[in-house]
């Protein structure tokens, strides 16, 4: 299975361009891009990690070591189609639209963090593993019916894959033909768990094939193979043909979240020979007169004031309001809940 | 009463013999007809028309791509459903027996009842879950589950139950056009027990609404569902020994009728709760909640409960001894009289 899905590269660790079909797509314009939300989104990661550790937000779970998973495929979206993404996947949402402030939010606990952009369709991030999945399906069969172009972009990791809700959403897919991308981060450990002990199959891309879904083994820390590979899927969703499956094989650098101690379950020294996908990027930057020191310290700066005033904003918030308990659970709310929520807010003195 | 004459306010003019199933079969034609965004998603619900015809015809006139069926697979049918409800849809999912609705309990718990309030009424899916309960027809193991207390202890759905013809049309449309998630349970031992007049067009009975289906003075007995005639015979039975039952049909087991349930407990004093699922963790218990939070001085006896065994539902050769009967009831019916 390995031979049949090769992982497909197109610059290697070293930023040297090994796949030259692209050779014309790849641009100044596309690179820096890339680059800038690959740098904004890890800012923002360990910006959370930092205020984690400050007892300034609730528990997180960083992404470092998946920004070209994330940016690469979700910058491969026109703005009309639907992200369901995990609560890994924040760098995704946020170089798709999300509010850096409300997703500051989101890690203290506050529901407000769910609420997207005005006309950004991007669902909440699914807890529960691999549940978004049928989702995704279920958004883009709408879009289907509707006769749109649009597509929806499921993100899992490899974990999701041995639930039944990633088969029971990859065979209504497959059975509806649904313009869906099913975006698997296969970062190699589902928390302590890594991928040999998840599942006796080679790659993920193979699980396609009981669903006679086209499927690909990308390099995800290859932003470049990321981007291209997700264009080709869109287009096919697009074109009416389907859904797609992709494996981008990265590597979680960090702990599974803020409270997970990964050196209990892996091996001294694993994952070190691993480049990370935003130096990977700065060496093809660099050996292909990309590398703008005045861009990039430019964007630092930018990006450094982006997520301080995000973060003031997040807590300048209004405090949680209780009310928020009560009021959002049904579009009319039950006189029971009515009553429930009248005698609390008086107990605690707000009416 | 004059509480039917007030709710079929539109086109009440003609109407027609029907069975239960022949009326959620067509509140769905209704809806159909009446919104090109309502969709039926299920299993065999399209050539079959259902395993109890409760979707009978609908495929021939609506097409394959408004009544769907689906792969069997219950949580992939909710779980696209929210896909499609959230992208302006409005998904009625049919759970082919409520005994099979748990592979999508996960869906339900953690995604269908909490959209609305972990977005804040930025994304909510108006979706209806079908599916037939309750034992009492001969059905094989796991056919016959009435869990309704699963989904009305989860905050975020409503759960409604009728137990007549004219009210599963009504309360099906209503649950449709509800903007917000309804499991909707359908008594499958009543589907063919009795026709009545239901009318042609399209009607609603309001969910959140009970109804007190018959007058009495000495006990208030509290049913829905299937169990609705049970009580309804044990009732007689009671009159004729001269013990006066008013019967209140619940028909919405989430949000309750409290001000029926509590004018009602407070003119009779006393109160009987029947119900088929397991009395442990059983609706029943949230009546009595009900009633000591509105009518605990009114008491003159305890409350009653007249429920399934604390056992799993069993094979159908002793479904009969599992399920309350008239019997049952009309000894607790004496218990709280004779108190």
């Known amino acids: ?351 | 009463m004059n509480v039917k004459m007030e709710k079929q306010s539109e086109q009440k003019e003609t109407t027609q013999q029907l069975t239960m199933v022949q009326a959620v079969n067509d509140a769905m034609k209704t809806m159909l007809e009446h919104d090109d965004t309502t969709i039926i998603l299920g299993e065999d619900i399209g050539k079959n028309g259902g395993v109890f015809r409760a979707t009978e015809g609908l495929q021939e006139i609506f097409g394959e791509d408004r009544v769907v069926d689906t792969p069997l697979s219950e949580a992939g049918i909710v779980g696209t459903s929210v896909g499609l409800a959230v992208n302006g849809f409005k998904p009625i999912a049919e759970m082919q027996f409520m005994g099979f609705v748990y592979p999508a309990y996960d869906q339900i718990m953690t995604h269908v009842s909490r959209i609305r309030m972990k977005t804040m009424g930025h994304f909510s899916v108006p979706m209806v879950i079908r599916t037939p309960y309750g034992a009492g027809i001969r059905a094989p193991e796991v056919h016959s589950d009435s869990a309704e207390t699963l989904f009305t202890h989860m905050p975020g759905i409503k759960v409604v139950c009728p137990a007549t013809p004219y009210d599963a049309k009504g309360l099906l449309i209503a649950a449709i056009e509800d903007p917000d998630p309804v499991l909707f349970m359908e008594p499958m031992r009543s589907y063919r027990a009795q026709r009545e007049d239901v009318p042609t067009g399209k009607y609603s009975v309001e969910i959140g609404k009970g109804e007190k289906v018959q007058e009495g003075t000495d006990v208030t007995v509290i049913a829905w569902g299937a169990m609705l005639p049970v009580a309804k015979q044990a009732a007689k039975q009671a009159e004729q020994q001269g013990m006066s039952c008013e019967v209140l049909d619940l028909k919405t087991l989430y949000p309750l009728d409290r001000d029926l349930i509590a004018e009602s407990v407070q003119k009779t004093g006393r109160a009987v709760i029947v119900h088929e699922a397991h009395g442990t963790g059983g609706l029943g218990n949230d009546i009595m909640s009900v009633i000591n939070d509105t009518s605990f001085l009114y008491l003159r006896a305890p409350i009653e409960r007249v429920t399934g065994f604390d056992v799993p539902v069993p094979f159908f050769a002793l479904e009969e001894h599992y399920m309350p009967t008239p019997k049952r009831v009309l000894q607790s019916i004496e218990k709280a009289v004779h108190f």
Not at chain 1, 112 to 128: H, L, S, T
Not at chain 1, 212 to 220: C, E, F, L, N, Q
Not at chain 1, 243 to 258: C, D, F, K, Q, S
Request: charged share 25%.
């Open chain 1, 1 to 351: 299975m390995e031979e049949q899905f090769p992982i497909k590269k197109i610059i290697d660790d070293q930023g040297n361009l090994i796949d030259s079909s692209y050779e014309k797509e790849i641009n100044e314009e596309l690179v820096k891009k890339l680059y800038y939300h690959m740098s904004r989104i890890r800012l923002f990661d360990r910006k959370a990690i930092s205020l984690q550790r400050q007892g300034r937000i609730g528990t997180y779970p960083p992404f470092e070591g998946q920004e070209a998973s994330q940016v690469g495929s979700v910058l491969a979206l026109d703005s009309e189609d639907w992200v369901f993404p995990t609560y890994r996947d924040h760098g995704a949402t946020l170089t798709f639209g999300a509010d850096m402030t409300r997703t500051f939010l989101y890690w203290n606990g506050r529901a407000e963090g769910c609420v997207p952009p005005e006309g950004k369709n991007i669902f909440p991030a699914a807890v529960p593993i691999a549940t978004q999945i049928p989702h995704a399906v279920g958004a883009a069969w709408a879009e289907k019916r509707k006769g749109t172009k649009n597509v929806a972009i499921a993100y899992f990791g490899d974990g999701a894959t041995s639930e039944g809700d990633f088969h029971e959403g990859l065979n209504f897919a497959s059975v509806f033909k649904t313009p869906t991308i099913l975006f698997n981060q296969n970062n190699r450990y589902a928390i302590s768990v890594p991928v040999e002990k998840q599942m006796n199959s080679k790659t993920i891309a193979q699980k396609g094939l009981a669903y006679d879904i086209p499927s690909v083994r990308i390099d995800g820390n290859d932003v470049f193979s990321v981007y291209f590979e997700t264009k080709k899927a869109v287009e096919r969703a697009r074109q009416g043909e389907g859904p797609t499956l992709i494996e981008a094989v990265t590597w979680r650098t960090g702990a599974h979240t803020t409270a997970d101690d990964p050196t209990k379950y892996r091996p001294e020294g694993q994952g070190e020979d691993v480049i990370n996908p935003i130096e990977r990027l700065e060496n093809y930057m660099k050996n292909n007169d990309f590398w703008d020191e005045k861009w990039i310290a430019k964007i630092e700066t930018e990006l450094t004031e982006e997520v301080e005033s995000a973060l003031e904003a997040m807590e300048k918030y209004p405090p949680a309001n209780p009310e928020d308990l009560f009021d959002h659970v049904f579009t009319n709310t039950p006189s029971q809940l009515v009553e429930q929520k009248e005698a609390y807010l008086e107990l605690i003195g707000r009416e």
